[in-house]
C-alpha cells in the first residue's frame, strides 16, 4: 500500500513456512485476498473471493500452505485453492449469530477442516470438512 492509497488491508496471516503473508484488500474496489513475499520482493498476487459483494474475515493458511480458507458476513466458510484459483463453499451457518463467525481449522495433513455451526435446533455442533470428498461431516450432537 502506497501513502496515497486509500486502501484497507486487513487480517494478515503468515504461511506455516514462513514465506509468505496473506491478507485482506479492498484496493480493487472489491475485497480480494492477497499473497505476497514476507519481504515483500515481487509483485503480490491477488485472489478473488467467494459471492461478492461480501465483507471477508479470517484468512487462514494450510499447513502445505496450497489453501487458503476464510469467512464472510454471510456465515459461509470457504476455501480458496492457490494454485487454480478456486473458492469452494464449505458451509453455511443458517442463522445469525453475533457471537461467533464459522472459521475452519486446519488438520496437521491440509487434508480437513474443522468448523462449528449452528444445527436447525440453533444448538452449535463440530463439523469437520474433508477436501478429498468434499463433504462435510457433523462430529458431535447438539
Known sequence: MT?????????????ADGQSICYLSDESGEYKLVVR?????????????GEAPAYYYSPAWSPDGTKISY???KHNL???DLKSGQNTKVDTN??????????????PDSKWVAYQRD?????????????????AS?????
Open 71 to 73: 469467512t464472510d458476513n
Open 3 to 15: 501513502a496515497t492509497s486509500n486502501a484497507t488491508e486487513r487480517y494478515p496471516a503468515w504461511s
Open 37 to 49: 513475499d514476507a519481504l515483500g520482493q515481487g509483485a503480490p498476487k491477488s485472489y478473488v473471493l
Open 78 to 80: 470457504w476455501i480458496l
Open 94 to 107: 443458517p442463522y445469525e449469530n453475533p457471537m461467533y463467525l464459522v472459521t475452519g481449522t486446519w488438520s
Open 138 to 142: 457433523q462430529l458431535t450432537d447438539g
Open 119 to 135: 444445527l436447525d435446533s440453533h444448538l452449535t455442533a463440530v463439523f469437520v470438512y474433508s477436501l478429498e470428498s468434499g463433504k
